[in-house]
C-alpha cells in the first residue's frame, strides 16, 4: 500500500479542479469520496461506505451525517463534509453531536482540502474539541502520510490509532505553543529563563529586557542547529565525492598500457592514414580493451585491441556499431584486416562524420 503518489494525484486535481467546484455536493464527489477511494474502502459498497448515515439525536430524528464507514455493519469513521472554501471552525458542534449517538471512536470534518480528525482522549464517547490530526492535502509532508495510512483499510486498528492519537495531539498544541513563545515569549517563558541566570529581582524591567535577549537566544540556537545541520550534509558529500574521486582514480591507476598495444595502434594508424589525416586517429586505453577511435569521440569506434588475455583479438566494428574478434597470433596479424578496417572508415563518410 502507497499513498505519497496517489495523495500527490489527488492534490494536483483539487488545485486543477476547486475553481470550477461551486457546491458542497460536488465537493464530496470530485474531492473526499476519491479521498476515502484512497484509503481502500469501496465508495459503492453499502456496506463499508453509507453516505447520509441515520444518527438522530435524542427525540430529533432525520438528523444525518454526510458518510459513514462501516467495519463488521458498525461506523469507525463519521464524516461530515463542507464547500472546500467555507471555514470549518464554524462546523465541529454539529459533528460533536452525531459523534455521541454513532458510537464511532474517530471522526472527520473536511472540506475536500482541509482534514480534522477527531477522537474522544478527554471523555469517552464525547468528542474532544481539538483535532488530533489535521492537515491541508494540497500541503503534505512525508509524516503526515504515514499517520494518514493508519486509517487505511489494510491498517486500520483502533486501539492503535487511539494510542497514537493522545501523542499527535499534544506534540501538535506543544509545537503550536513553542512556536507562540520563539516568534513573541511571554513574561512567564522570560522568567522561566532569566531565573535560571539573573541574580538580582525580577522587576518589569528586567522582564522586558530578557524577552528580547530570549528571543535572540532561541533564534540563533536554531539557526546555529541549521548551519550545523547544512554543514554535515555538505561534509557528507563532500567526502562522498572525494571518495568516488578516489575509486576513480584507482580504476585510472590499473589501466596499463602496454608496448604492445601501442605498436597495434601504429599498425592501425598505417593503414588507416591510406584515407583519412593521422590527426584524426586516437586512442583511449579502458581495463577492457584498447580502443581505437575517429576523432577522439566515443560514438565513432573504429576498432578495439584485446590483447590482457593470453589470445588476441582485433575487434572490427561493422556499421551497425556491432564488434566481430578477429583472432591474432602476432601483433602484425592486423595488417591481413586492413580491407574491413577501411570499411569502417568507408561507413562515417557515408553517414557525414567527417
Known amino acids: 500500500m502507497e499513498l505519497q503518489n496517489p495523495l500527490k494525484s489527488l492534490s494536483d486535481k483539487i488545485n486543477l479542479l476547486k475553481d470550477q467546484i ?24 453499502p456496506t463499508e461506505v453509507v453516505p447520509e448515515f441515520i444518527a438522530d439525536i435524542g ?10 464507514i462501516l467495519q463488521n455493519e458498525q461506523p469507525i469513521l463519521i464524516i461530515e463534509c463542507k464547500h472546500w472554501e467555507e471555514n470549518l471552525n464554524t462546523h465541529n458542534s454539529q459533528l460533536f453531536r452525531y459523534f455521541h449517538t454513532t ?12 482534514y480534522r480528525f477527531y477522537t474522544d482522549l478527554e471523555e469517552a464517547n464525547k468528542m474532544d474539541e481539538k483535532p488530533f490530526l489535521e492537515f491541508n492535502i494540497t500541503k503534505l509532508k512525508e ?36 512556536d507562540e ?7 512567564e517563558f522570560t522568567r522561566l529563563f532569566a531565573g535560571k541566570v539573573y ?33 554535515a550534509a555538505l561534509n557528507k558529500e563532500a567526502e562522498k565525492q572525494q571518495k568516488e574521486t578516489i575509486e576513480d582514480e584507482e580504476k585510472v591507476s590499473k589501466i596499463i598500457t602496454t608496448e604492445e598495444e601501442l605498436e597495434g595502434f601504429r599498425i592501425v594508424v598505417a593503414i588507416l592514414s591510406k584515407k583519412i589525416p ?11 580493451y584498447f580502443g581505437i577511435l575517429l576523432d577522439d569521440n566515443n ?24 564488434e566481430i574478434k578477429k583472432t591474432l597470433q602476432t601483433v602484425t596479424d592486423i595488417y591481413q584486416f586492413q580491407s574491413e578496417l577501411l570499411e569502417t572508415i568507408t561507413y562515417y563518410e557515408n553517414t557525414g562524420s567527417k
Not at 430524528?61 to 459513514?68: N, W
Open 181 to 187: 513563545e520563539l516568534v513573541s515569549p511571554s513574561n
Open 22 to 45: 461551486t457546491t458542497e455536493e460536488s465537493t464530496k464527489h470530485a474531492f473526499v469520496l476519491p479521498f476515502i477511494n484512497l484509503l481502500g474502502y469501496d465508495t459503492f459498497n
Open 59 to 68: 427525540l430529533k430524528k432525520g438528523e444525518k451525517v454526510d458518510y459513514a
Open 143 to 178: 509524516h503526515t502520510i504515514y499517520e494518514i495510512a493508519k486509517f487505511h483499510k489494510s491498517n486500520f486498528d483502533i486501539e492503535k490509532i487511539v494510542n497514537n492519537a493522545s501523542s499527535l495531539k499534544y506534540t501538535k498544541e506543544l509545537k503550536k505553543l513553542i
Open 199 to 231: 541574580s538580582g529581582r525580577l522587576t518589569e524591567k528586567v522582564i522586558t529586557e530578557f524577552t528580547d535577549l530570549v528571543h535572540k537566544g532561541f533564534n540563533q540556537i536554531i539557526s546555529d542547529k541549521v548551519n550545523d545541520r547544512l554543514n
Open 278 to 288: 593521422v590527426s584524426r586517429i586516437a586512442y583511449r586505453d579502458t581495463q577492457s
Open 299 to 322: 560514438r565513432k569506434p573504429l576498432c578495439r585491441l584485446h590483447f590482457n588475455s593470453t589470445k588476441k583479438h582485433l575487434g572490427i566494428i561493422k556499421s551497425d556499431k556491432e
Open 103 to 114: 458510537k464511532t471512536r474517530f471522526a472527520l470534518l473536511t472540506n475536500g482540502v482541509e
